[in-house]
């Protein structure tokens, strides 16, 4: 039986990439206590969601604007004007699978899970973390 539970991010810019690794957990133990596999999506087309380093403040600023440059300046045919953060969304992805073991994520120690915004700000992206049992 899949089982799920979701919760939501709000953002403050258009570019952004926020920790929600306590918020997956929280989700997470909220639904098991054993050992698996969770699913977590992002059911939106111009986020994503990853895992990177959580060790230093500075890595989400870095990486934000490294994919600013990934795409240049490409006129796109799309009218309203965010065809960048769909292709972004696209390479990076909105979906992890991702094991755990007593209801507890199995992250390495610099590792965190982060929602990355490519569309915002936005007040509500929904997130969700589906597992079987």
Not at 119 to 124: E, K, N, V
């Amino acid at each position: 039986m899949l089982r799920e539970q979701s919760f939501s991010v709000r953002t403050t810019a258009r570019e952004q990439i926020l920790l929600i690794t306590p918020d997956v957990q929280g989700a997470l133990s909220a639904l098991t206590l054993s050992d698996g596999i969770a699913t977590i999506i992002v059911p939106h087309t111009t986020c994503a969601i990853s895992v990177n380093e959580n060790a230093d403040p500075d890595v989400p600023a870095d990486l934000t604007k490294a994919l600013r440059a990934l795409v240049p300046k490409v006129r796109f045919a799309h009218g309203e004007g965010n065809s960048d953060a769909h292709f972004l969304s696209l390479l990076i992805g909105t979906s992890l699978s991702w094991p755990y073991r007593n209801g507890q994520l199995i992250l390495g120690t610099w590792q965190g899970i982060y929602f990355i915004e490519l569309d915002g700000p936005r007040p509500a992206r929904k997130v969700t973390v589906y597992v079987n049992g």
